[in-house]
């Protein structure tokens, strides 16, 4: 990846986390304003039938801070999860706002994040009505996104899934691999992304993430 220019990493790394977050915010809007049920509907790549039974015992999220993301994944074990010739180097606290959301962003540089953990508030259908998630891919047509693979995972929270999408804004084009888990009363994502990201993490990688990050919010 080439090296950004001072006068635009910041605007690339905001573009870079905003494609991100649209397709989990999205599915957020979508099922928080139905009240649907699962349709069993396919979708992009694979076919999204695969849910976990039903939802677990509910987990308190505590307030995003650097403390708790080292606890929910250690930075070793981040770099550990998805090696890069430039690694991780420090954890860095993302929360525009603090009532609602906040984010774990393992910091290469000031220009480069190799992978971003957010968490976003849910108050929906839980699983996820699969017709919430076409939908989903339906308006994620209109706003210059396009989801090449959509692959449930199940035994991962109360419903996990594989994303791969594209899209473009304001002249910038970007690739994000997101790992999406639902708990309850919230959702995380481990997610890479092409502008930001030193190397672009594969499935297995971010549903290691995700499992581990889970697996510390159980703890």
């Known amino acids: 990846m080439a090296k950004l220019e001072r006068s635009s990493s910041h605007r690339n790394l905001t573009y870079g986390v905003g494609v991100g977050l649209l397709l989990v915010s999205m599915l957020v809007l979508a099922a928080c304003s139905s009240g649907g ?20 015992a509910t987990i308190a999220l505590q307030q995003i801070t650097v403390a708790y993301c080292s606890k929910l994944l250690p930075l070793a074990t981040a ?25 774990c ?8 994040i190799l992978l971003v953990i957010y968490f976003i508030p849910y108050s929906g259908p839980d699983p996820i009505p699969q017709s919430d998630i076409q939908s989903v891919l339906s308006k994620a047509a209109g706003t210059n996104l396009t989801v090449t693979t959509l692959t449930m995972v199940s035994g991962i929270g109360d419903q996990a899934a594989y994303v791969e999408v594209t899209g473009s804004a304001n002249g910038f ?26 190397v672009m993490a594969n499935q297995s990688q971010l549903q290691q993430c995700a499992t581990t990050v889970d697996t510390n919010l159980r703890a």
């Open 37 to 56: 049920t699962p349709s069993g509907s396919s979708s992009t790549g694979s076919s999204p039938t695969a849910t976990a039974p039903g939802p677990t």
């Open 79 to 103: 770099n550990q999860i998805i090696p890069s010739s430039t690694p991780a180097t420090s954890i860095v606290q993302g929360n525009p706002n603090p009532a609602l959301s906040g984010a």
């Open 105 to 112: 962003n393992y910091q290469v540089s000031s220009s480069q």
């Open 173 to 198: 084009s970007a690739t994000v691999h997101i790992f999406y888990v639902l708990e309850g009363s919230f959702i995380f994502d481990c997610f890479t992304e092409s502008y930001l990201s030193p």
